[in-house]
Each structure stands twice: as C-alpha cells, then as structure tokens.
C-alpha cells in the first residue's frame, strides 16, 4: 500500500516562487525515478522534470533554468523549486515515482495533485 502525497502548491504572483514536497509512504524496499507531471485544463499532462536515484535530472524545455528538481533519499521525497513563476505554470502538480515493495516487482504510483496558480 504505497502512497505520494504532494504539497506546497498554492497561489503566487508572477515572478515568484513556490517549492513543492511529495513523500512516498508505506511498505517500500526501493524507490528509484521520481518525477513531477503537470496538467493544465484542456492541456495534454506533461512531464516537467525528473530524478535518478542517482540524483541524475531532466527538466522539459518550458521549465529548464526556472525549476529545480531535487530528491532525499532518507526521507523518500521530492522536491521541486520554482522560480521566476509564470502564468503558463499554472496547473496541477503531480508527483510520480518508480516504487518497489518488499518481494514485488516495481510499481508505478501517481499522487492525488497540488494546484499551482500564477497570476499575472
């Protein structure tokens, strides 16, 4: 029973700032990508950005040099830094992460999304 719970999103200016958590929790032996998704009404659900265990990263063209993904690994949860905030951000947040129970195979589990409005 693995669970990602995201939070920090909420309502900034342009120009300003947010930083979003999601913690995995439950039975977990192993938790390997984490990434964040974003959705915006009408929109296609993009992938923002990602992280290795390794704490290799990948950020989508629209976000690169704004955003900062970063991960902890004791704590099992994702950061995920934004800056310079635009009104195009605007959407719901979801975390996402490759989890692997004790004695399972590995598992994909979304969180239930955080809402991140930027206003102009």
């Known amino acids: 029973q693995v669970q990602t719970a995201e939070s920090g999103g909420g309502l900034v200016q342009a120009g300003g700032s947010l930083r979003l958590s999601c913690a995995a929790s439950?039975?977990?032996?192993?938790?390997?990508?984490m990434r964040w998704y974003r959705q915006a009404p009408g929109k296609q659900r993009e992938l923002v950005a990602s992280?290795?265990?390794?704490?290799?990263?990948t950020y989508a063209d629209s976000v690169k040099g704004r955003f900062t993904i970063s991960r902890d690994n004791a704590k099992k949860t994702v950061y995920l830094e934004m800056n310079s905030l635009k009104p195009e951000d605007t959407a719901l947040y979801y975390c996402?992460?490759?989890?692997?129970?004790?004695?399972?195979?590995?598992?994909?589990?979304w969180g239930q999304g955080t809402q991140v409005t930027v206003s102009s």
């Open positions: 439950g039975r977990i032996f192993g938790v390997n990508v």
């Open positions: 992280i290795t265990s390794g704490s290799s990263t």
């Open positions: 996402n992460a490759d989890v692997k129970e004790p004695l399972a195979n590995w598992g994909n589990y």
